[in-house]
C-alpha cells in the first residue's frame, strides 16, 4: 500500500511563501501521478496542481497559474507545492493526492491521499 504523508503548512501574511510537502512511501509511486487539492473552511475540495513522476507533465488550477509551483524529487518520492505570493483567500487544509489516471486525480477520486496540513494566510 502507498501512503501519502504532507509537511509544511503554517501561518504566513498576505504575500508571504510556504513549501509544502508530500512524501509516498514507496518508490513504485514513480508510476503514477501526483496532486494537490486544497479545501477552505466550509467548502469541497478544489483541485490545485499535478505533476507525473516519470515526465515534465503539469497541470493548475487558473486562480494558482504564477503564484504556485509543484514539482518533484524521485529520489526522495516526494512532490513538492511552493505557494508564493499567498492571499487570505487561499487558506484551506492542502492535502496530497495520487494516481495512475489523471482524470480520476483532477476529479477527486484519487485512490491515495494524506491527511492534509493546514494552510492559513492573515495579517
Known amino acids: 500500500q502507498v501512503e501519502l504523508k504532507e509537511s509544511g503548512g503554517g501561518l504566513v501574511q498576505p504575500g508571504g511563501s510556504l513549501r509544502l510537502s508530500c512524501a509516498a512511501s514507496?518508490?513504485?509511486?514513480?508510476?503514477?501521478?501526483m496532486g494537490w487539492f486544497s479545501q477552505a473552511p466550509g467548502k469541497e475540495r478544489e483541485f490545485v496542481a499535478a505533476v507525473t513522476w516519470t515526465d515534465a507533465t503539469i497541470i493548475y488550477r487558473d486562480s494558482v497559474k504564477g503564484r504556485f509551483t509543484i514539482s518533484r524529487d524521485n529520489a526522495k518520492n516526494t512532490v513538492y507545492l511552493q505557494l508564493d505570493n499567498l492571499k487570505p483567500e487561499d487558506t484551506a487544509v492542502y492535502y496530497c493526492?495520487?494516481?495512475?489516471?489523471?482524470?480520476?486525480?483532477?476529479?477527486?477520486?484519487?485512490?491515495?491521499w494524506g491527511q492534509g496540513t493546514q494552510v492559513t494566510v492573515s495579517s
Open positions: 514507496s518508490r513504485t509511486f514513480s508510476n503514477y501521478y
Open positions: 493526492t495520487g494516481d495512475g489516471d489523471l482524470y480520476r486525480l483532477r476529479q477527486g477520486i484519487g485512490h491515495y
